[in-house]
């Protein structure tokens, strides 16, 4: 058999005004990730620390907007938030394993921000 390979984005659309970004894959599986998503898995060492357990809980960030996408490569794409951040590549790989465990993921960093005390405006 031969190895196989994370699909890669087809389509890439913002919607800007309800801060969403709507991925097709090539395998034809649509997903919707919301900015703020995005943003506080930012695959950066800002975010993701240079090692096990040394991720940093990015919160207030519910209102967070893309400024920009930048391809990188044929492997990659850079978002430019508008609150400055900017430094994270996110891979096909990774966009696809963020778009299929959105919701594991999403509960998860709930669950942290409850154990640290932080509320989310839009709760």
């Not at 919707?32 to 240079?50: C, D, I, K, N, T």
């Not at 696809?96 to 921000?113: D, F, G, I, M, P």
Request: proline letters at 5%.
């Amino acid at each position: 058999m031969g190895q196989v390979t994370d699909p890669i984005p087809s389509d890439i659309r913002l919607q800007k005004a309800s801060r969403l970004m709507h991925l097709t894959f090539s395998d034809g599986r649509s997903y919707v990730l919301p900015f703020e998503y995005l943003r506080v898995f930012s695959p950066s060492a800002e975010v993701q620390g240079h090692g096990p357990g040394q991720e940093t809980l990015v919160y207030g960030k519910e209102d967070v907007g893309i400024t920009a996408v930048e391809p990188v490569g044929h492997y990659a794409i850079r978002l430019v938030f508008d609150d400055g951040h900017g430094s994270g590549l996110y891979t096909w790989q990774y966009l696809h394993e963020l778009a299929v465990n959105q919701k594991q993921y999403w509960e998860t960093y709930l669950s942290r921000l409850r154990q640290a005390g932080y509320g989310r405006k839009h709760d």
